[in-house]
């Protein structure tokens, strides 16, 4: 039985380890990348995809100016930003602020808001979707399960398959 146990750690660590490592590959996607990628991702969670879509983006002008640009497209009425949390609740909070990612988090839980950001090391960190450039320079879409959970998302199954999940 102890064997058992000991490869069970093993082999979990290897994961966990792994995991980490593919997220380390992969670099924060350049403001336009992210931008096309929501839009085209917004549509796999069904409880923002049937109405209005708000975005408030914590941190970062090159962002807003992206996701302005698509204001209109998959029912994206508008895009907010600052550098504080946003005082009326947003249906995605975009953390583009490393420093502010811890409270953005706590804020997204409480208030069961998508988190998205461009910095691929703050999914492992509890945001819920992620977008970088992996080593082989294609994007990637990065999906936090248990962060996604603790926000009630309700993720069409089929993200599973474009999207790298980190639990």
């Known amino acids: 039985m102890n064997f058992f146990k000991h490869k069970f ?6 994961i966990i380890i792994f995991s980490s ?7 924060e996607a350049p403001a336009p ?14 409880n923002i995809s049937a109405g209005d879509i708000t975005i408030f983006v914590l ?3 090159d962002i807003t100016n992206e996701l302005k640009k698509v204001i209109g497209q998959a029912k994206i009425k508008s895009v907010q930003s600052g550098n504080s949390l946003p005082s009326s609740k947003p249906s995605i909070l975009f953390v583009a602020d490393n420093g502010k990612a811890d409270a953005a988090m706590k804020y997204t839980q ?3 808001v998508l988190s998205a950001t461009n910095m691929p090391d703050l999914v492992s960190k509890g945001v819920s979707l ?7 320079n294609k994007p990637k879409i ?7 959970a603790k926000e009630s998302l309700d993720w069409n199954p089929a993200i599973m398959k474009v999207a790298q999940i980190i639990k």
């Open 33 to 46: 990348i992210a931008a096309a990628l929501l839009v085209k991702v917004i549509g796999f969670e069904k």
């Open 59 to 61: 941190g970062s002008g």
């Open 142 to 148: 990065l999906l936090n399960v248990t962060s996604s």
């Open 110 to 112: 409480e208030n069961k």
């Open 130 to 136: 992620g977008f970088g450039v992996g080593a082989d």
């Open 9 to 14: 750690i093993i082999t979990i660590s290897f």
């Open 21 to 27: 490592m593919l997220i380390a590959q992969t670099k």
